[in-house]
């Protein structure tokens, strides 16, 4: 009997070192560093296609793709490669960015290239055979080539239908001396540098100081409203019913069909206008952007820009 406790004894403490030993922990190994992306990876340069933080050429990213239907985006090394075969062979033509130059369309929103999807196959045929009636010649272009044009103008479509990874770059682009005699030409009938617009570009980004001078004063639908919070801006408007008698106040609501106001003491007024007789008057304080942007060109706007930038 003693020599069996004796056995069980030894038994339970050699198994019990085994356990121990068995649940002594072992070293980890050290975990990957994975590389951190060097700074500015997500900035592409300027200028060039907008980017997306799944694709550093500008493709879309995961959401887009799905939300559009789109390709799966293009390898950079073959949008690399083929924007410089665009850019030496067809530049002239179709521009830089492919969204068209002196004399050849905007291949970004060419049905053909949409459908070629990045593959080649489509564009291909044209870029070989040419198109000499409307002035394109023939290019001796390799398979693999073919499919880098591709891949570059797949890019492009991509990029611009994701629109909302674009990235606004330096807009303060004008000449401020050129601005200034615009604005004395066409703007100091209503505004002064050295009055309402005084120290305007401490007030708003370039961007939204843009925006101002383009579509100043809108509300949430589009329209100038009484709503507004700016009154200088505010439209007025005069209705006279058929029998002569005239309401006016603040330009809630006008369209082809119903006009309707806020006048004085808040009460509102709207009427039909499809109503005989009845004649509708609108001062417009804004009526002068309205018709400054069907003259605008792209310099003025910057121009004007510039020099709103220096009413610090």
């Known amino acids: 009997m003693r020599k069996l406790s004796l056995f069980l004894v030894s038994t339970l403490f050699v198994g019990a070192t085994f356990l ?29 296609p907008a980017q997306t933080p799944t694709d550093k050429r500008g493709g879309p990213g995961e959401r887009s793709q799905s939300f559009f ?3 799966p985006p293009p390898d950079p090394a073959a949008v690399d490669r083929g924007q410089k075969l665009f850019v030496s062979n067809c530049a002239f033509c179709h521009g830089s960015n492919a969204t068209g ?15 070629d999807e990045g593959k080649g196959t489509e564009i291909g045929p044209v870029i070989l055979n040419g198109r000499v009636e409307k002035g394109m010649p023939k290019f001796a272009f390799n398979e693999a ?10 890019n492009r479509s991509q990029a611009t239908v994701d629109r909302m990874s674009y990235k606004t770059f330096n807009i303060n682009t004008g000449d401020p001396k050129a601005g200034e005699a615009y604005f004395q030409a066409h703007c100091t009938g209503c505004h002064s540098a050295t009055g309402d617009l005084a120290h305007v570009a401490s007030k708003y980004e370039p961007e939204g100081l843009l925006s101002r001078i383009l579509y100043p004063s809108t509300n949430e639908r589009g329209r100038r ?14 209705v006279t019913s058929p029998v002569g008698q005239t309401t006016s106040g603040a330009l809630e609501y006008l369209d082809d069909f119903t006009v309707s106001l806020v006048d004085a003491s808040g009460e509102h007024h709207s009427w039909s206008r499809d109503e005989p007789g009845l004649k509708v008057e609108v001062k417009d304080p804004l009526k002068g952007h309205q018709e400054l942007l069907t003259q605008y060109t792209d310099a003025d706007m910057h121009n004007v820009l510039a020099y709103l930038e220096t009413l610090k």
């Open 20 to 48: 121990v030993t068995a649940q002594e922990p072992t070293t980890a190994p050290p975990p990957v560093k994975t590389p951190e992306a060097a700074a500015g990876a997500g900035n592409g340069p300027h200028p060039g």
């Open 69 to 71: 239907g789109l390709a």
């Open 101 to 115: 130059g002196n004399s050849g369309p905007n291949l970004v929103r060419s049905v053909l290239v949409l459908h």
């Open 145 to 154: 080539q073919i499919k880098d044009v591709a891949a570059f103008l797949l």
């Open 225 to 238: 409203s009484a709503k507004m919070s700016d009154p200088k801006a505010l439209s007025t408007v005069t």
